[in-house]
């Protein structure tokens, strides 16, 4: 079972969306220089589609998008809460943020907008350095374009 434990609408995760980001606890990866540590424990509170519903209800005239944030765990369940989002809330955008370097075999693009897939490395950094080996990608007609460069300032 997924667990998350806060949320925050933010403006700078997914470009041009103002997002509902749900930090998902558990995190396997384990990123070295991580800036959020306190998710890889196992607290929070389940993320059922009851509880997704209720943050989005909450949010809904104030967001574009929910960012999943983390779930490497589980990424079956990332899916299905996905699948739900898509039936449920379809005028809302969906983001996932993997620290995989590949996208799971259990994801349906179709249940994506937008997916970040990398582990932070500190040498390299996070998507705003043109050094990144973090990648955010558009999904579009069943492909996923790389968007990362709109992070970049000229």
């Given at each position: ?52 519903d209720k943050m989005i ?98």
């Open positions: 079972m997924l667990k998350y434990l806060n949320t925050d609408v933010v403006f700078q995760e997914i470009p041009g969306e103002v997002s509902l980001a749900i930090n998902i606890t558990g995190c396997p990866c384990r990123c070295p220089g991580c800036h959020s540590q306190y998710l890889w424990g196992d607290i929070g509170e389940p993320l059922t589609e009851e509880a997704l209800d909450h949010q809904h005239h104030n967001i574009t998008c929910v960012a999943l944030m983390g779930g490497d765990a589980i990424p079956a369940e990332i899916d299905r809460l996905m699948s739900h989002l898509r039936k449920k809330h379809p005028s809302l955008h969906t983001a996932w943020y993997s620290g995989r370097t590949t996208l799971s075999s259990t994801a349906n693009l179709a249940n994506y907008d937008y997916i970040k897939l990398g582990p932070y490395l500190k040498h390299l950094g996070a998507l705003r350095s043109r050094n990144t080996n973090q990648r955010l990608y558009r999904v579009h007609s069943g492909k996923m374009q790389d968007m990362t460069s709109s992070f970049w300032r000229s």
